[in-house]
């Protein structure tokens, strides 16, 4: 899955993609319950959680002024983007957590935005026999307005589950 950038009480403080804040609380107890991880919380990177099938990514790789990266930046980051994916086996899927993950990962893999709207549940062909599933990013802001709901992130990765196999 690919988000938007390390948080400043995330990532960069524990050393672990989505640990630390409240996208993390979300994230990993679906991941959890989708069998992608071994449980429900993480905390650090060396707590002991373990990830099955699953990897965690990020469209820029610094904590962003503001938290919310710019263009150019999206755009400097996205060949670490590109060796990521190039990395993942044929008939991989990938999650993008918010439209500017979703737009880096266009970019990697050299797709046009234009064919390839974001919307949360949409589900697009990549190359490779890959897939590619949109969903709302796990922010406070999404989770707490109701643009993003429990039940609507477990489809996602109920859904990704499915298309790898259990």
């Known amino acids: ?40 919380l993480s905390v650090s990177a060396d707590d002991g959680l373990r990830l099955f099938d699953c990897r965690i990514s990020n469209a820029v790789k610094c904590l962003p002024p503001g938290n919310h990266p710019n263009p150019d930046e999206v755009r400097r980051c996205n060949r670490y983007l590109v060796r990521e994916l190039t990395e993942l086996p044929p008939g991989a899927v990938v999650v993008a957590l918010g439209s500017i993950a979703h737009g880096a990962i266009l970019r990697a893999l050299g797709m046009r935005p234009s064919a390839h709207r974001f919307t949360h549940g949409a589900e697009h062909a990549l190359p490779r026999r890959g897939r590619l599933l949109d969903s709302y990013h796990c922010s406070r802001l999404n989770t707490n307005t109701g643009r993003l709901t429990p039940a609507m992130f477990t489809r996602i990765f109920t859904r990704a589950r499915h298309l790898i196999g259990d």
């Open 1 to 40: 899955m690919v988000g938007l950038a390390p948080g400043r009480h995330g990532a960069n403080r524990t050393g672990r993609p989505f640990t630390g804040d409240h996208a993390g609380i979300l994230l990993y107890g679906m991941l959890h319950a989708a069998g992608f991880a071994s449980r429900a």
